[in-house]
């Protein structure tokens, strides 16, 4: 903790961010009036956020984004990570502009459905099928409906210490806000544990030929330990099973082929999106094709509804997608987001043990995901300090929810967000001190996963 010796660092910000005006203020109570929770993406929400946070994003461009009056940050988390590249990416706009003089939607299926599947597939090589979809949810529900289908099974097994997977009733219905679900779908999720193989050999043991799937992130805030992806996959195996990996996150960040190709452990059927397409709406189902197939017209036996959307393969999207795995085949983007994050990670762990805080106040998980931990004086998590620590970054110019970068963050942005946290750093310690609420603005944020306001 900081004592008064410690040096006080000043803002080190050269346009301090302005005020949030009336005119944003009202747009925002006006969100809430037509939106139920302001907006349509819960983890955009105003619970999510300290008080003086831009209520709106005007635009962006790389890392930078400026809000309704003005005010420019360093974004990090980049629509939900979705854009991997960087905001308005010129090889990625001036692909979809270029599309878009050619209509965006047919009676017939676009080329451009054809041409996306092979790059997808020559990026991400342990799949033979693709199909695409809008959200990152529809793949992941997709993929387990084809499991079912296909094992003749109802029970699926998910991964408990993962945030999430769907905002469909199988997994929402496992979590604390399942209002609207009926019990009949919430029996059918079970939970095992990550890194624990025999809360899944529990679950095969207790449902006997009645699990469909097996499906989880790969990897997440911690490693697999040497042999779990492989006992999980021998599991599935012998139990009969199919293995879902949900590479929403790790795919396209952690390596172009997702955490699969790091980790050599082939599921049959993968889920793909956010950086896909540098946030325009692409995800996708991936695996084999003997799987695949059950969704298609090349078989006799029972037909899946697999993936069917009138905006399924809007060809613009499609169009982002491409040009976006072209700009990671070609250059080292992968490389680039592990960097920048080690940057960020080494100059954040200095500045949080200088002020004595690094029990604290904490990043964590993989250079290329980094997210922040913000725990009180008993060291227990604290959504209190979590409000002091993002209010004081975006005091300082820095509107970070997560520490995840993009392809466009320069070492210069990285270098003054660490100058930012020195800052908001120092502001902590004070807070351990003198109590958090001499410090902060507003409420406090809120987990999204809750039953009630
Ligand atoms: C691991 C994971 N799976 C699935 C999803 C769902 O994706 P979408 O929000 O595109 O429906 C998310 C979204 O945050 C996710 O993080």
């Not at 819960?42 to 309704?68: C, M, T």
């Not at 070492?411 to 310690?429: C, F, G, L, N």
Request: hydrophobic share 40%.
């Amino acid at each position: 903790m900081a004592t008064l010796s410690t040096p006080q660092p000043t803002l080190p910000v050269s346009q301090p961010t302005l005020p949030v005006s009336m005119w944003a203020r009202s747009l925002q109570q006006r969100a809430h009036d037509l939106i139920p929770g302001g907006a349509h993406t819960y983890a955009k929400g105003d619970d999510q956020y300290p008080e003086l946070a831009p209520p709106f994003i005007a635009y962006g461009r790389g890392s930078h984004v400026w809000d309704l009056d003005g005010s420019e940050y360093i974004e990090y988390g980049m629509g939900l990570r979705s854009v991997g590249l960087g905001h308005a990416f010129p090889a990625v706009i001036e692909a979809v502009k270029r599309e878009l003089a050619n209509g965006t939607n047919f009676t017939r299926p676009s080329a451009r459905e054809v041409e996306a599947a092979e790059v997808f597939l020559d990026c991400v090589t342990t799949a033979e099928m693709v199909k695409f979809a809008k959200n990152g949810s529809d793949a992941t529900t997709a993929a387990v409906k084809l499991a079912r289908a296909f094992t003749g099974r109802d029970y699926i097994a998910i991964c408990g210490d993962q945030s999430f997977l769907s905002t469909d009733d199988w997994f929402i219905g496992s979590t604390a806000i399942a209002g609207g679900i009926p019990r009949a779908v919430r029996e059918l999720t079970l939970k095992f544990n990550y890194n624990d193989i025999s809360s899944l050999e529990n679950l095969f043991a207790s449902h006997l030929g009645r699990i469909a799937c097996v499906i989880l992130e790969a990897e997440t805030s911690i490693a697999p330990r040497p042999g779990f992806l492989e006992e999980v996959r021998a599991l599935c195996d012998k139990f009969g099973a199919l293995l879902i990996f949900d590479e929403m996150i790790t795919g396209f960040r952690w390596h172009l082929g997702g955490a699969q190709r790091i980790h050599g452990v082939t599921p049959d059927l993968s889920t793909f999106g956010k950086a896909l397409a540098n946030g325009f709406a692409v995800a996708a189902l991936a695996g084999k094709r003997e799987i695949m197939e059950r969704g298609g017209l090349r078989h006799t036996g029972e037909r899946v509804f697999l993936l069917s959307t009138t905006h399924g393969a809007e060809t613009h999207s499609l169009v982002a997608a491409i040009a976006t795995m072209r700009v990671y085949q070609r250059e080292p983007v992968i490389d680039t987001l592990h960097s920048r994050g080690e940057r960020l990670r080494n100059g954040f762990e200095e500045v949080a043990r200088r002020h004595g805080i690094h029990d604290y106040l904490q990043v964590r998980r993989k250079s290329c995901n980094l997210i922040f931990a913000t725990t009180d004086l008993a060291l227990q998590p604290s959504q209190t300090y979590r409000t002091l620590f993002m209010q004081e970054l975006i005091a300082g110019g820095i509107l970070a929810p997560s520490f995840v970068v993009s392809y466009s963050h320069t070492e210069r942005d990285i270098d003054r967000t660490i100058d930012v946290v020195d800052y908001a750093a120092s502001v902590y310690a004070r807070a351990l001190d003198d109590g958090p609420l001499h410090y902060l603005n507003g409420c406090q944020v809120k987990p999204v996963f809750r039953p009630f306001n």
